[in-house]
């Protein structure tokens, strides 16, 4: 079992940045496909970005694509979310999570494949 504990959220002026990071407690850290995903008031759960094993691919939202960097650290066990140039519509909770599936990452964007959740941490952007 992995247990996922999410940090790094915050208000943050449009235009800036923050680095979300996600640790993984056990030791098959990096048996386990992440991703991240986040969930805005009023809307369901979206897929914003995936990273195999090995950290060695990775996949993203359209709408995250070129301002948000995933990247993991095996020996650490942590899986981080670099955002840059944040846009009011970036505010949400986010929540990283793990996956069994060892499919493509480009495949992985689907919640239903992931297996543990964090708690998420709230990232809230001002215009």
């Known amino acids: 079992q992995v247990q996922l504990v999410e940090s790094g959220g915050g208000l943050v002026q449009a235009g800036g940045s923050l680095r979300l990071s996600c640790a993984a407690s056990?030791?098959?850290?990096?048996?386990?496909?992440m991703g991240w995903f986040r969930q805005a008031p009023g809307k369901e759960r979206e897929f914003v970005a995936a990273?195999?094993?090995?950290?060695?691919?990775?996949y993203y939202a359209d709408s995250v694509k070129g301002r948000f960097t995933i990247s993991r650290d095996n020996a650490k066990n942590t899986v981080d979310l670099q955002m840059n140039n944040l846009k009011p519509e970036d505010t949400a909770v986010y929540f990283c999570?793990?996956?069994?599936?060892?499919?493509?990452?480009?495949?992985?964007?689907?919640?239903?494949?992931?297996?543990?959740w964090g708690q998420g941490t709230r990232v809230t952007v001002s215009s």
């Open positions: 999570a793990a996956t069994r599936s060892w499919s493509p990452v480009a495949t992985l964007s689907r919640s239903s494949q992931y297996v543990y």
């Open positions: 056990g030791r098959t850290f990096s048996t386990y496909g």
């Open positions: 990273i195999n094993l090995s950290g060695g691919s990775t």
